[in-house]
Nanobody
Framework: QVQLVESGGGLVQAGGSLTLSCAAS????????MGWFRQAPGKEREFVAI????????YYADSVKGRFTSSRDNAKNTVYLQMNSLKPEDTAVYYC???????????????????WGQGTQVTVSS
């Protein structure tokens, strides 16, 4: 089992940057595929990014491609989401999620993940 804690959210102006962190407790962090999702008020939770177990591959939603970058440090049990060129439409609660995996499939649906953090608010002002 793994517990996830996000941090790094906040208020930023459009065009600015933020880096979110997701710290995991538990063993075998490198066995988990890690995903980032977000949920804006009145909207469904949506996929943002995924990074495979070793960090060798990432995949992004079209809406963030070229602006967001996910990385991980398995020695620190932490995954990151670097967000650049932020837009007001990026405003949401951001969640990290974990799924223990034997493969490097790109899981992009919320129900495919077993563990979730509590979320961190990102607000982008225009």
């Amino acid at each position: 089992q793994v517990q996830l804690v996000e941090s790094g959210g906040g208020l930023v102006q459009a065009g600015g940057s933020l880096t979110l962190s997701c710290a995991a407790s538990g063993r075998a962090f490198s066995s988990y595929t890690m995903g980032w999702f977000r949920q804006a008020p009145g909207k469904e939770r949506e996929f943002v990014a995924i990074i495979t177990r070793s960090g060798g591959m990432s995949y992004y939603a079209d809406s963030v491609k070229g602006r967001f970058t996910s990385s991980r440090d398995n020695a620190k049990n932490t995954v990151y989401l670097q967000m650049n060129s932020l837009k007001p439409e990026d405003t949401a609660v951001y969640y990290c999620a974990a799924r223990r995996s034997n493969t490097d499939i790109f899981y992009i649906r919320p129900y495919e993940y077993n563990y979730w953090g509590q979320g961190t608010q990102v607000t982008v002002s225009s």
